[in-house]
């Protein structure tokens, strides 16, 4: 490996860079000429969905509809390293437990299942129905089934996630901590009582047709890297990009496209952003609502001339509620307020106001930076706030577009994975199946930890993901997992969930994507839905990873037999042939109808959005502007010392896994413990770059959370507002630091002080 450095990278993001990136990882992880040919059935009708990210596939067959991080999904998943029971063998679990996560990853593909032996400290094979009779017992032996929780990271299948829930519920709870409680779960509270649906309302095509494009924290150019396509494409016909981001991302600034011969042969480049405002961390809302007061005063200065009104009068008038009390509260806000919170100066907020006006379509799209705060929800509803001043949802080219994480994090949600599962569902869930399932609500990420701590849960079976390392209040919540009797982890890959575990432990080694899932009547597909709720089947072809793997659904079908002897599921026919699980979603979800025809025609099938068509299934039955009181301040910014620090993801990262040590936009080579920071908060702290320093949590709570060793990187941030690599930082984020709507850890706006390291000081 090489030495560690820092050297700014000054070239686009994507080109020739992207395209050296892809084949290194397919040569390290020994998978070039399997992983090669492995790439060309990414994305295509009849070959599997990118492991990766949410983003669309174009329709249409196209010879290549990968990108630099979907090939680095899949080399992860294809590599040629094993963890065996021999592995297991020659170390204990304490000594794993002491390893980096990217070590414990790096090890290979889970082959067998193992159950953890407490007198040798280690993990030793276990036969797959000995495994699932454990599960049961423990189950069997709790006094209250809401003593299980049952997580869902959003990798698994619709038939997969389907099951888990099934199972859960015939057994009696509704505790569903799933990722999406980390995620963009603000999307999922605060879109409802605005427009009726809990998803986005706009479609890849769209994307052709807008005139505007507003991009509020969300790095795709990392995390969603085709849909670079639609903004590359959207700024060569001169669409503006307008951005708000802390961080100057360089996908957001620059691109070249590795499919475009003349950009690539010149090495030339396209400019995304037209418009890049470095918000504050936390400043979105503030901005949001400047941009609003903005377009108010031209509206009024519109209608005292007679000119056209800048607001869309006949849209608020027959499609919304609520504007006339939303402009009250945006004339008492002050311009000082929103400038001092936003970070961004008020001619820069009419500045984007004005390109917004002058848009006959826009589009408003919104990640990580917007979801993971305090007040994630409300930021949620001023971005539809904004769009429906205008008109902007509910026609071509313009609408609501979070980008959702995992690939198929909205599937799970729709077929059930939700600790709030609507009356209908559940009354449905009876009829198809026969049981009562529970009505009372369950436990979401940051109740189920809670639960835990007090000691109220006690076995955890996780359905992929990577739990403890992706939570917050990392210490507390460890501590927690071992008190507990049990924990499950059904994975591809060995990480922290397994070697900080319960009493007993077990680990389910599963199927990947890309692999052969040979049931019964023969090979199957599962089936995912996209970020824009495009619905399609996903096929593997690549031989198992091991010969004991089991598929997803075989092994929540095995613990569900086990565990439920008088079931009234017939689990083992729809394992035989997943088109039995389609055909009882389908029974519990109307809009699933024809299930298994649809997803037969290649490239799948949309699942409708009222709020698309402009109708509003809302208490008032109109699209509702919600306000937000105040701009959303954070609690200490008074003190001068806080800077507040944002939790991001690295180039070379897939959440808690670790692809390499570099990320190579942001400059960062062979090394992780950085934190970005201005030159002016530097200088005020008396930092030079690349010394160490610990980081503070600020809290009145009494733990003292601190993170060690970070390096110092100057980078062109607000001031007050720094960053650093997620989960090495989630130790600091206190698990009462969340949105109070919904629950969101606050993982992108934590309080700190940064302090210089003593001497010897740890990871320095
Ligand atoms: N390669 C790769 N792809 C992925 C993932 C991955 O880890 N690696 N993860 C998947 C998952 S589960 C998800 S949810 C998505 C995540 O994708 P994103 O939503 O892009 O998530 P992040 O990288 O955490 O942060 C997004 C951006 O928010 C900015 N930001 C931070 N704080 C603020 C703020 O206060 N305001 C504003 N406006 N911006 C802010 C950061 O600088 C960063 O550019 O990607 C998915 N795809
Ligand atoms: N500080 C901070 N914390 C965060 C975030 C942040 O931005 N900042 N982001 C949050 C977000 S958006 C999310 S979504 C969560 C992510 O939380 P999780 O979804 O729980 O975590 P991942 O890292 O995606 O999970 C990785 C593991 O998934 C398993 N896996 C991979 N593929 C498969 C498969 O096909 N099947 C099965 N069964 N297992 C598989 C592998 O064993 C791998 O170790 O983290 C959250 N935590
Ligand atoms: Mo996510």
Redesign the pocket.
């Known amino acids: 490996m090489k030495k560690p450095n820092i050297h700014p990278y000054n070239g686009p993001a994507g080109g020739w860079g992207a395209l050296k990136a892809t084949m290194d990882v397919l040569l390290e992880q020994g998978v070039a000429v399997k992983g090669g040919k492995t790439l060309f059935k990414m994305n295509q009708p009849a070959g599997f969905d990118c492991?990766g990210c949410a983003w669309p596939d174009p329709s249409g067959s196209f010879p290549l509809k990968f990108c630099e991080n979907g090939a680095k999904?899949m080399a992860?998943?294809t590599t040629s390293s094993r963890v065996t029971p021999d592995f297991f063998a020659q170390h204990t679990v304490s000594w794993l437990a002491e390893q980096s996560d990217y070590w414990?990853?790096e090890q290979g593909r889970?082959t067998h299942p193992m159950v953890y032996d407490e007198a040798s400290d280690k993990y030793v094979p276990i036969e797959w129905e000995d495994a699932f009779t454990l599960i049961g017992r423990e189950l069997g032996s709790l006094e209250d089934p809401n003593q299980a929780e049952f997580?869902t990271?959003?990798?698994?299948?619709n038939e997969?996630a389907f099951l888990f829930q099934l199972f859960g519920r015939e057994y009696g709870t509704n505790n569903f901590p799933?990722?999406?409680n980390?995620?963009?779960e603000a999307t999922s509270v605060g879109l409802p009582p605005a427009l009726g649906v809990a998803k986005g309302t706009v479609l890849l095509e769209d994307f052709a047709h807008t005139d505007a494009i507003f991009i509020f924290g969300q790095n795709p150019g990392t995390n969603s890297p085709r849909m670079m396509d639609e903004l590359h494409a959207a700024a060569r016909r001169g669409v503006p990009i307008v951005t708000f981001n802390p961080l100057r991302e360089r996908a957001l600034e620059r691109f070249a496209d590795p499919k475009n011969v003349i950009e690539m042969g010149t090495l030339g480049a396209t400019s995304i952003s037209s418009n890049y405002y470095q918000v504050r961390i936390g400043g979105d809302a503030a901005a949001l609502k400047g941009i609003m007061k903005a377009l108010i005063e031209s509206d009024d200065a519109a209608s005292a001339t007679g000119a056209s009104r800048i607001v869309d009068v006949d849209f608020i008038e027959k499609h919304t509620h609520g504007f006339e009390p939303l402009v009250e509260d945006l004339r008492v806000t002050s311009w000082d307020v929103i400038e001092q919170q936003s970070g961004l100066k008020r001619e820069d907020l009419a500045a984007a106001a004005a390109i917004y006006a002058n848009a006959k379509a826009v589009i408003g799209v919104w990640g990580?930076g917007v979801?993971?705060h305090r007040h994630g929800t409300e930021t949620v509803q001023q971005i539809v706030n904004l769009l429906l001043m205008r008109g902007n949802i509910g026609r071509l080219g313009a609408g609501a577009c979070p980008v959702r994480?995992?690939s198929n994090?909205q599937g799970n949600r729709t077929v059930g994975i939700t600790e709030q599962p609507t009356e209908e569902f559940l009354d449905r869930l009876k009829d198809t199946f026969g049981f009562e399932p529970p009505r009372a609500h369950g436990h979401d990420v940051v109740t189920a930890i809670d639960a835990m701590v007090h000691g109220k849960s006690k076995v955890f079976i996780?359905?992929?993901?990577?739990?403890v390392?992706?939570?917050?209040d990392t210490k507390i919540t460890q501590d927690a997992m071992r008190r507990l009797d049990l924990t499950v982890?059904?994975?591809?890959?060995?990480?922290?969930?397994h070697v900080v575990h319960g009493r007993r432990a077990l680990i389910l080694p599963?199927?990947?994507?890309t692999e052969i899932d040979m049931q019964a009547d023969g090979p199957q597909s599962i089936t995912v839905e996209d970020s824009m709720s495009m619905v399609h089947a996903s096929a593997g072809s690549n031989e198992p990873a091991s010969p004991h793997l089991r598929s997803?659904p075989a092994?929540v079908a095995g613990i569900a037999q086990a565990a439920l002897p008088h079931s009234r599921v017939a689990w083992a026919p729809m394992i035989e042939n997943y088109d039995r699980i389609r055909d009882r979603i389908e029974s519990v979800l109307p809009i699933f109808y024809d299930f298994n025809l649809r997803i037969r025609v290649p490239g799948g099938f949309h699942l409708t959005s009222s709020a698309r068509e402009r109708l509003w299934e809302t208490p008032t039955g109109r699209a509702n502007f919600i306000i937000l009181n105040g701009v959303a301040e954070d609690p200490c910014v008074g003190d001068p010392d806080a800077v507040w620090l944002?939790?991001?993801?690295s180039h070379d990262q897939?959440?808690?896994?670790i692809y390499s040590l570099n990320d190579r936009y942001r400059g960062v080579f062979g090394q992780r413990r950085v934190v970005f920071i201005g030159t002016g908060d530097m200088k005020k702290r008396g930092l030079k770059a690349g010394e160490w320093v610990d980081l503070r949590t600020i809290s009145d709570d009494g733990v003292d959370r601190v993170a060690y060793g970070f390096k110092v990187v100057p980078y062109r941030l607000p001031e007050g507002s720094c960053a650093a690599?997620?989960?090495e930082?989630?130790g600091?984020?206190p698990l009462h630091s969340h949105d109070a709507k919904s629950h969101t850890?606050a993982?992108?706006a934590?309080p700190i002080k940064i302090t210089r390291s003593k001497p010897g000081s740890p990871n320095t």
Not at 469 to 472: E, V
Not at 510 to 513: E, F, S, V
């Open positions: 492991p999904a992860w998943e414990l990853e889970l997580y990271s959003g990798r698994a299948s997969a799933d990722c999406s980390m995620c963009h990580m979801t993971q994480g995992h994090v996780a359905l992929g993901g990577n739990f390392a992706a939570t917050p982890g059904i994975n591809t890959k060995l990480n922290r969930g599963c199927l990947g994507r997803e092994i944002t939790s991001i993801r897939y959440n808690t896994t690599y997620y989960p930082t989630n600091l984020v850890p993982y992108k934590i």
